[in-house]
Each structure stands twice: as structure tokens, then as C-alpha cells.
């Protein structure tokens, strides 16, 4: 997670500091975040998501495969 928030900042142009003052946290608290030290509170997963363009299981680190299957049925 500390990595797809330090990625996913950066790709939207934001510093520490102004994700911190979107979110109502401290510049530390991102940093601390984006070095694995701490992890953000559960309630700030909506907000941080929402700002950094993504889904919270994209910030979580799940990924999807958005592949087309076809099902057949048998008679």
C-alpha cells in the first residue's frame, strides 16, 4: 500500500504536503504512509482513494483482471 501511495500522488502531480492538507492530516503522516511505517486510518481510505483517481482495492494493492471469458453451456 506504501508504494501505490507514493505512485499514485506522484502520477496525479500532488506533493506530500497537499495531500495532507486534501485528506485533513499532517505532511508527516503521508510520509510515514509511503514508507510502510504507518498505515492511514481505515476512514481516510474513501477520501484518499477518490483523490488520488483510484479504487481503494487498486490503493490496496488488488489487482483485477479485467479479461473478457466466454462460458459455453453443454447439452
Request: charged letters at 25%.
Amino acid at each position: 500500500m506504501a508504494k501505490n501511495i507514493c505512485r499514485y500522488r506522484k502520477e496525479k502531480g500532488l506533493t506530500q504536503e497537499e495531500l495532507a492538507r486534501k485528506l485533513g492530516v499532517t505532511f508527516q503522516a503521508v510520509s510515514k504512509w509511503e514508507t510502510a511505517q504507518t498505515l492511514p486510518d481505515i476512514t481516510l481510505l474513501p477520501g484518499l482513494s477518490q483523490l488520488l483517481d483510484i479504487s481503494i482495492d487498486k490503493l490496496l494493492g488488488y489487482v483485477s483482471y479485467d479479461k473478457q471469458i466466454t462460458i459455453y453451456e453443454t447439452s
